[in-house]
């Protein structure tokens, strides 16, 4: 079974290209890794209908639920190496919750993305990107964890099973 289940902060603009909409999700981990990184960059692939309700309804810095599938690829880079990729192709979307963080922060983010292939950056390049994410404002994590309680209260309310 390839199901993906998500929520996180959009972390950059999203990105229009041969009929997909891409983006990348900011996910907080329930602990830290060794080196202290408790944030991971997830990105997504947006396609048809669904595409143009994203690109219409969600931007950066925005609280989202995603279900979708893991999708993999391989691709030749400009040098004619083989390269793997990946991204979570997103089957729905939810509006979770508001609020944009300081654009200022978000634009050097979304250029560094840009500037960088998401599906082959290394490890260095996500703890930089974590770095600038952390720097632009605290996470309000009682927020986010009424937002889980009251979830996980309309999912057993409404006879869901979750772990």
């Known amino acids: 079974m390839n199901n993906v289940n998500l929520i996180g902060h959009v972390a950059t603009d ?5 009929g997909v909409i891409s983006s990348l999700l900011a996910v907080h981990r329930i602990y830290k890794s060794s080196d202290g990184v408790d944030t991971d960059f997830i990105p997504l692939s947006i396609f048809g209908h669904q595409a143009e309700n994203f690109q219409k309804m969600v931007s950066k810095g925005q609280q989202i639920g995603i279900d979708g599938q893991i999708k993999t690829s391989t691709y030749t880079d400009q040098n004619g190496e ?12 939810y509006l979770l919750g508001s609020g944009n963080h300081d654009e200022g922060s978000q634009q050097k983010i979304s250029q560094q993305m840009v500037n960088n292939d998401m599906h082959s950056s290394s490890a260095q390049q996500q703890r930089d990107l974590y770095s600038q994410y952390h720097q632009q404002k605290p996470t309000p994590q009682p927020v986010i964890n009424k937002q889980l309680d009251d979830l996980d209260s309309q999912l057993t309310k409404a006879g869901i099973p979750f772990d």
Do not use: I
């Open 14 to 18: 999203v990105k229009v290209g041969n």
């Open 82 to 93: 083989k390269k793997y990729g990946w991204s979570v192709v997103v089957s729905h979307f």
